[in-house]
T-cell receptor, first 111, second 113 residues
């Protein structure tokens, strides 16, 4: 059964304190791994897509990496505005198949 | 900001009422999806559509129904709401081939009393 597990469930950081979020996945035939940011009361906002092991993508203070079993979202020198829930999702099987989501990591950054 | 709109944003109704949650997108995307999200839980797919007149049920059992008469419109209907339907409902769309990302609306928070 395809599965996505995110850890930790919650993470509290001081402003400027770098850290990483983990997304472990078990799927047959990975087509893509997606990272989303979700703010309270809003829908998920797309951040990155990773397609193959070794791939990396960056956006401002965020950097996503992918191996054959997991993905990391590295947050460098976070700011309070980075506080949100970060969701990981995978697409497996045929093109266009709906995404399978993890439960997310809720990040709180204090100044 | 994605051009996908959901109405209403919040809805409180009594048991047994029929409701329709609206979702529209202006991006011309063929694929549209409905997810259900409860606090602290993962998003669960309840319905999806790959084009006009195409609808399928997702992994999560749901008593709701959907229709896709126009590309831009993908409404979800509950014939008789129950307290167990209380949840956040998120609509999404994607375009292009392969692994295109989903673009989400801001959701409808439904409370059935």
């Amino acid at each position: 059964e395809d599965q996505v597990t995110q850890s930790p469930e919650a993470l509290r950081l001081q402003e400027g304190e770098s850290s990483s979020l983990n997304c472990s996945y078990t799927v047959s035939g990975l087509r893509g791994l997606f990272w989303y940011r979700q703010d309270p009361g809003k829908g998920p906002e797309f951040l990155f897509t990773l397609y193959s092991a070794g791939e990396e993508k960056e956006k401002e203070r965020l950097k996503a990496t992918l191996t054959k079993k997991e993905s990391f979202l590295h947050i460098t020198a976070p700011k309070p505005e980075d506080s949100a829930t970060y969701l990981c999702a995978v697409q497996a099987g045929q093109a266009g198949t709906a995404l399978i989501f993890g439960k997310g990591t809720t990040l709180s950054v204090s100044s | 900001e994605a051009d996908i709109y959901q109405t209403p944003r919040y809805l409180v109704i009594g048991t047994g009422k029929k409701i329709t949650l609206e979702c529209s997108q202006t991006m011309g995307h063929d694929k549209m999806y409905w997810y259900q999200q409860d606090p602290g839980m993962e998003l669960h797919l309840i319905h999806y559509s790959y084009g006009v007149n195409s609808t399928e049920k997702g992994d999560l059992s749901s008593e709701s129904t959907v229709s896709r008469i126009r590309t831009e419109h993908f409404p979800l209907t509950l014939e008789s709401a129950r307290p167990s339907h209380t949840s956040q409902y998120l609509c999404a769309s994607s375009g292009g081939g392969g692994s295109s990302p989903l673009h989400f609306g801001n959701g409808t928070r439904l409370t059935v009393t």
